[in-house]
């Protein structure tokens, strides 16, 4: 069981952690300070420092955590689809569905995509996460008997960060979702043929 004190400080760094996720849409990731950042999560500067090597660090744990979870729910609509289709359909719902204004986790991506050109931590954590997903989608494909499976795959979810990156500009991606679904279509392979 934690004390009270570790409960609180672990409080403290999700605060920090949040407060993160929310200033680097609104600022750009190069316009979060330390005092920015401890004036949105409710604590002095010096806390920052505490729970964290630097400000560097904690942008880039709270990046990355934000876009695990991103993933990972894109990632749980491969046991909720049961083709390729459906796949495509399912992920191209919500970035086609109307914007309510600006769309934050978009800016975070792009943000952090540009940082990572500069960061080599960041950029090897980028690119593990996005490589690990690739080959989930990319055999969940395979088990669909979409041809290529792994280019597909990488087809797939470069389009979806292309989407991303044009719905955080505001620009609609019209219907990109039936062209992806008409690349798709007639990849399955006969039965009969060798894998």
């Known amino acids: 069981m934690s004390s009270p004190a570790a409960l609180h400080g672990q ?6 952690l949040t407060a993160a996720v929310e200033l680097i849409p609104e600022r750009g990731w190069t316009a979060v300070s330390t005092r920015t950042l401890a004036e949105r999560a409710g604590v002095t ?28 729910e894109l990632e749980s609509l491969l046991d909720a689809v049961h083709t390729a ?37 960041l950029r090897d ?33 470069a389009a979806l960060d292309g989407l991303l990156l044009y719905r955080g500009l ?8 039936e062209v992806l679904k008409r690349l798709f279509a007639g990849q399955a392979k006969p039965i009969d043929e060798p894998r």
């Open 85 to 121: 289709d459906e796949l495509v359909e399912a992920i191209f719902a919500e970035v086609n569905r109307p914007s309510t204004g600006q769309d934050t986790m978009s800016l975070v991506f792009v943000e952090a995509y540009l940082v990572a050109t500069r960061d080599e931590p």
């Open 11 to 16: 409080e403290v760094r999700q605060r920090l």
């Open 45 to 72: 500067p010096s806390v920052v420092h505490y729970h964290f090597r630097s400000l560097q660090a904690l942008l880039r744990e709270a990046v990355i955590g934000a876009m695990e979870r991103e993933v990972a």
């Open 125 to 157: 954590a980028i690119a593990g996460l996005l490589q690990a997903s690739r080959l989930r989608f990319a055999r969940r494909m395979a088990e669909w008997d979409v041809a290529a499976a792994d280019d597909s795959a990488l087809i797939l979810l």
């Open 170 to 177: 505001g620009v609609a991606s019209g219907g990109a979702t």
